[in-house]
């Protein structure tokens, strides 16, 4: 069965120092992985994405994420924390064979304390 | 540029009563999808739409039905209200292409009682 694992439900990071969010998956094929966050009250938005090249992409607030395909893992990552970056972060998969459909985490609140 | 925009944004409803979510989106994108989000649950996809007149099921059809006359709507009906649907609802719209991001409104908080 296809499925994405998220296995922290909440992380707890000091503002400045680095922060992981992890993932890993299981699909049929070469997935395409991504990331949102949701804000509290708002609706989800789009972080970044990996399809295919280089394992490590960069998207948006300073976020980038890490893919390693022996691992089935796609990492989210950010250098040095801000507080604004509290919120709930999804990690999704689509399977190459899927009908356009995505395989969701059950989400990572992420509490970074000033 | 509104996106997607989701009314109500919030609703009471007491159990066998119906009612019809309303999505739309301005981004003329072919492929709109409707969620329920419950608590440490993710997202479960409800149904979805690759373009107008074009709807298929997804994981938990069960007790809603949707229609896509146009491109840009996509409205969500539940027939007879059950307290098991008592949820947070999005829709979201994409691009065509399997590695298109998806867009989401935010939301239509939804309590049946």
């Known amino acids: 069965a296809q499925s994405v694992a998220q296995p922290e439900d909440q992380v707890n990071v000091a503002e400045g120092n680095p922060l992981t969010v992890k993932c890993t998956y299981s699909v049929s094929g070469n997935p395409y992985l991504f990331w949102y966050v949701q804000y509290p009250n708002r609706g989800l938005q789009f972080l970044l994405k990996y399809i295919t090249g280089d394992n490590l992409v960069k998207g948006s607030y300073g976020f980038e994420a890490e893919f390693n395909k022996s691992q089935t893992s796609f990492h989210l990552k950010k250098p040095s924390a801000l507080v604004s970056d509290s919120a709930l972060y999804f990690c999704?998969?689509?399977?190459?064979?899927?009908?356009?459909?995505?395989?969701w985490g059950a989400g990572t609140k992420l509490i970074i304390k000033p | 540029n509104a996106g997607v925009t989701q009314t109500p944004k919030f609703r009471i409803l007491k159990i066998g009563q119906s009612m019809t979510l309303q999505c739309t989106q301005d981004m003329n994108h072919n492929y709109m999808y409707w969620y329920r989000q419950d608590p440490g649950m993710g997202l479960k996809l409800i149904y979805y739409s690759v373009g107008a007149g074009i709807t298929d099921k997804g994981e938990v059809p069960n007790g809603y039905n949707v229609s896509r006359s146009t491109t840009e709507d996509f409205p969500l009906r539940l027939e007879l209200a059950a307290p098991s649907q008592t949820s947070v609802y999005f829709c979201?719209?994409?691009?065509?292409?399997?590695?298109?991001?998806?867009?989401f409104g935010d939301g239509t908080r939804l309590s049946i009682l």
């Open positions: 999704a998969v689509r399977a190459y064979d899927s009908n356009y459909q995505l395989i």
């Open positions: 979201a719209s994409s691009d065509r292409g399997s590695n298109q991001p998806q867009h």
